[in-house]
């Protein structure tokens, strides 16, 4: 039973660090777009811990590709990724 407190950590962990993303003035329109969308997806309380992950992490590997991205931003969503890539029903 440890499986579904850890998958809300995780959540809670990708959330902050989008939050730092959708914040931050530096980083373009677009890629802010992109992680409020995944925001949108990690928060919503009718889908299940892994498919909110997979919608998620989706939206965020489609713009982690632009080249106008800050490098320390790619970083963090790599970083999110990974954290999402382990959460599973």
């Not at 660090?17 to 969308?37: G, K, Q, Y």
């Not at 811990?49 to 969503?77: C, E, F, H, W, Y």
Request: proline share 6%.
């Amino acid at each position: 039973m440890a499986k579904v407190p850890d998958n809300e950590v995780k959540l809670r962990n990708a959330i902050y660090l989008l939050m730092s993303i959708v914040n931050d003035t530096a980083v373009p329109r677009n890629i802010r777009r992109a992680a409020t969308e995944a925001l949108n997806q990690l928060r919503d309380e009718k889908l299940t811990p892994g498919v909110k992950a997979a919608n998620a992490i989706s939206l965020l590997d489609q713009v982690s590709q632009d080249p106008n991205m800050p490098l320390n931003t790619r970083t963090k969503i790599w970083q999110i990724i990974a954290i999402l890539e382990t959460i599973h029903d």
